[in-house]
């Protein structure tokens, strides 16, 4: 989707392996979102951040952190892969007006 | 704690048909969103509903927020083959938006 660039789009981890999901928006938003989709979960939250410098526990948060280094960054870090994490990670950018999301980040942990 | 329940998670419907799936939360809320996905895709943003009694509508899809009854319905008319995909509604409060568990829709041409 045009104004959020998410990235990698694919990746294979080992157990135990870190990782750092990047997002990007250039659309000067305030509100950044990081989801996990799991085939008949739907999307859960794992951290958002409200505006920049602040960041927020999700519905799922453990086993992650985040950082919103400025407003068009915010990214997503797993300090030791596990395979309850293989999941489709989603970035989004949200306003009262729309939403943007990324195109998504398929990780498997092995 | 806010929680966010769609009805049906399956649906399963001739083209030309009318449906409607519906989406419960469990607290009040600031906006309330629509979404589409298809499959292997990203999510799109269909609408954003921000009080009592809002209405969107797009072509075959028309959304409303009932914010006493904290329902909003998301209503297809005369649906279309191409419609096939998940539906997911999401409520924000205070930032922190929760999506429930989706409506796969599947239209039968």
């Known amino acids: 989707n045009a104004g959020v660039t998410q990235t990698p789009k694919f990746q294979v981890l080992k157990t135990g392996q870190s990782m750092t999901l990047q997002c990007a928006q250039d659309?000067?938003?305030?509100?950044m979102y990081w989801y996990r989709q799991d085939p008949g979960m739907g999307l859960r939250l794992i951290y958002y951040?409200?505006?920049?410098?602040?960041?927020d526990k999700g519905e799922v948060p453990n086993g992650y952190n985040v950082s919103r280094l400025n407003k068009r960054e915010f990214s997503l870090r797993l300090e030791s892969a596990a395979p309850s994490q293989t999941s489709v990670y989603f970035c989004?950018?949200?306003?009262?007006?729309?939403?943007?999301f990324g195109q998504g980040t398929r990780l498997t942990v092995v | 704690e806010l929680k966010v329940e769609q009805n049906p998670l399956f649906l399963s419907m001739q083209e030309g048909k009318n449906y409607t799936i519906y989406c419960n939360y469990s607290?009040?809320?600031?906006?309330l969103y629509w979404y589409r996905q298809d499959p292997g895709k990203s999510l799109e943003s269909l609408f954003v509903?921000?009080?009592?009694?809002a209405v969107k509508q797009e072509g075959r899809l028309m959304a409303s927020l009932d914010t006493k009854a904290r329902l909003s319905t998301l209503h297809i008319t005369a649906a279309v083959h191409d419609l096939s995909a998940t539906y997911f509604c999401?409520?924000?409060?205070?930032?922190?938006?929760?999506f429930g568990k989706g409506t796969r829709l599947h239209i039968l041409p």
């Open positions: 999401a409520v924000d409060r205070d930032d922190k938006i929760i």
């Open positions: 659309m000067n938003h305030n509100s």
């Open positions: 509903l921000l009080s009592n009694g």
């Open positions: 989004a950018s949200i306003t009262i007006k729309k939403a943007f």
């Open positions: 951040s409200a505006s920049e410098g602040t960041t």
């Open positions: 607290t009040t809320s600031d906006r």
